[in-house]
């Protein structure tokens, strides 16, 4: 919906190198836009698999691009970036890697051309990996962080601006250790917080996980991430990350000093905590951008066969009402879902009143 | 859509201490079957508040129920069920608090009648309270865990039974001490987790929480719960909690040291942690009460106008396709929204041609 053909355009010839989930999407996007993509990736099979997606044609080597995108593991990252950098004189070279200051003092370290290195690290990511999982919209929407070194040149800023632009993503300009510390916070330890919680159910009989409800499934559902990935960033971001599970493991000491000590001393230390975590919830952003949303939630129970979100969503669509947000949860062991509809404040006695002329047995 | 008024019938009158969620939506279940309820509350607001809905009428006093459901917040439930097993000698008395065995403990204390007291707690709630939040489907295909004392009679128990089963839910037996290390692992343990990484987000910039993505959203969600409630339980499970978040807090520990080791030795416990966190994620039952399913995943394109899930959903209702989970997800500081439809794997490339034919933006 808002990749852009006039950034594409202006782009000209750009190489991917690496062709998993980001590289592949990366190429999917800009080829649709028309924009030559040359592809290479050191496992023939993915190439192969990219390149037949659509992604953009096999790089034949020694074709000038005025855009090069490094987009392998982040181990390896640094190190190819080097090599673009010393093969192509000419080229910007920027990568994709979740982790931004170790990259940028390893290139350094290799002696590279730090005027045409500048690295990006785009905010899109699936559960599934591979060129398979790619999508050419993977971008749209999204914050793509660009993080310039002190060397890098502008008009080199502005190639990688191009791209995030080209494929529908929000361009945000940030230091390399200021990125980092934030995806420690707003990624990495989430991450590792739903780990530690998940690694509890490794060894709980069935009738315990029996008992689970929404709850715990938010909670670990990025706990399925890939083992080998997540090391790789926890590890090249292990500071910023240290720094904040310290932070948390002094809460959490806290906390259970607090539930040992009988009493209201501790009580209340609880209550701090989960007062905290109120607050903390309410500064994430709600949709399009703006401050967290409150909207009304009504639930409509959903009879488990085909046709009835057709039904629903065809009333819902004649009366002109919008739906902000949508969660269908199944019950478990019952063929029957509850469908809980999120509409802006204005909206929820025009949508009670529709749901009633359709039938719907819903309660607010 | 499944709440069953022959067992309802067979309970005849039930009395309803406590007009809070839990407490008021048994009552609308309950009146909405015929049945007879009587409510009490100590907030003569609530009290109106839920009789005005249609949980039931005010208790005059004096009346003879068979089943009494303490409905009251955790820190004062057993004092009273102890009243009320006191105040009707045939009563049947049970509670939903949400931990077990520290009210069995004090009701016993209290020197109260234990062949009449069968502890229950519903596993279902709402991230909003009160009776204005109530529904009288609430706990509608959840689980409704029962759990006996030593003293407990089998007629008494088999009216807890009929209650679970009059509202909708499946009755699961439990001990309480079993019942309180479960919930410690599936609800308690990832409140807390939630709330200590969305108190990391109190003190950092906007630029940071700008970069929240859907997996922060899902680890915090539940970090919005009452501090007052989530006190009153953590406190009344201290000792289940704390065994299971020292566990964690151990894993954390080796993680930690991991990361502050460079190498590969640390890497691995990293990885380690990761892979155990992906094998506790599987054992989470899926949809139905089954084990996980594996569904195959479309990513459509929508733009937030009203119609277009009507549209949408019109289209796949009229191919006969049953979409098993839906996630609607808005792109940051744009008005476009990506929502991802679960089908079997069966009906994917059926879904994929009704998707094309409708003109749909796609991406498997």
Chains 1, 2 share one sequence.
């Not at 998940?198 to 069935?206: C, E, G």
């Not at 057709?310 to 879902?337: K, S, T, Y």
Request: charged residues 20%; proline residues 6%.
């Amino acid at each position: 919906v808002s990749l852009d053909p006039d950034a594409a355009a202006t782009l000209g010839t750009v190489r991917v190198v690496g062709t998993g989930l980001l590289g592949t999407s990366v190429g999917l996007a800009l080829s649709a836009l028309g924009t030559r993509v040359l592809l290479s990736d050191s496992s023939p099979t993915a190439l192969a698999l990219a390149a037949d997606l659509g992604a953009g044609d096999p790089d034949p080597g020694g074709v000038p691009a005025r855009l090069t995108v490094v987009a392998t593991p982040p181990d390896v990252t640094a190190q190819i970036v080097a090599r673009e950098l010393a093969a192509d004189p000419e080229t910007t070279v920027t990568d994709v890697a979740s982790v931004k200051a170790g990259v940028l003092r390893r290139v350094a370290e290799l002696g590279a051309d730090l005027s045409r290195y500048v690295g990006g690290h785009p905010m899109a990511g699936r559960e599934r990996s591979g060129p398979l999982a790619a999508r050419g919209d993977l971008f749209v929407g999204r914050p793509w962080v660009i993080c310039p070194g002190e060397k890098s040149d502008t008009t080199r800023v502005f190639d990688v601006r191009l791209l995030a632009q080209a494929v529908g993503a929000g361009a945000v300009l940030m230091d390399a250790g200021e990125h980092d510390a934030a995806v420690a916070v707003v990624s990495h330890v989430p991450q590792v917080a739903a780990s530690l919680v998940a690694a509890r159910l490794q060894h709980v009989t069935d009738d315990v996980v029996a008992l689970a409800g929404q709850g715990l499934r938010d909670v670990t559902r990025i706990a399925a991430g890939d083992p080998l990935l997540w090391t790789q960033i926890l590890g090249a971001n292990a500071a910023p990350v240290v720094a904040e599970l310290a932070s948390l493991r002094a809460d959490l000491d806290a906390l259970i000093d607090a539930l040992e000590e009988p009493g209201s001393v501790g009580l209340t230390q609880v209550a701090g905590l989960i007062n905290r975590g109120n607050i903390g919830r309410e500064r994430i952003p709600g949709k399009h951008g703006g401050g967290p949303t409150r909207y009304a939630v009504l639930t409509v129970i959903m009879p488990d066969r085909p046709g009835q979100l057709g039904r629903l969503f065809a009333d819902i669509g004649a009366a002109g009402i919008n739906i902000e947000e949508i969660a269908l949860e199944h019950a478990p062991g019952r063929a029957v879902g509850l469908l809980e509809l999120s509409v802006l404040p204005s909206a929820e006695s025009e949508l009670v009143e529709t749901l009633a002329r359709g039938g719907w047995q819903v309660v607010s």
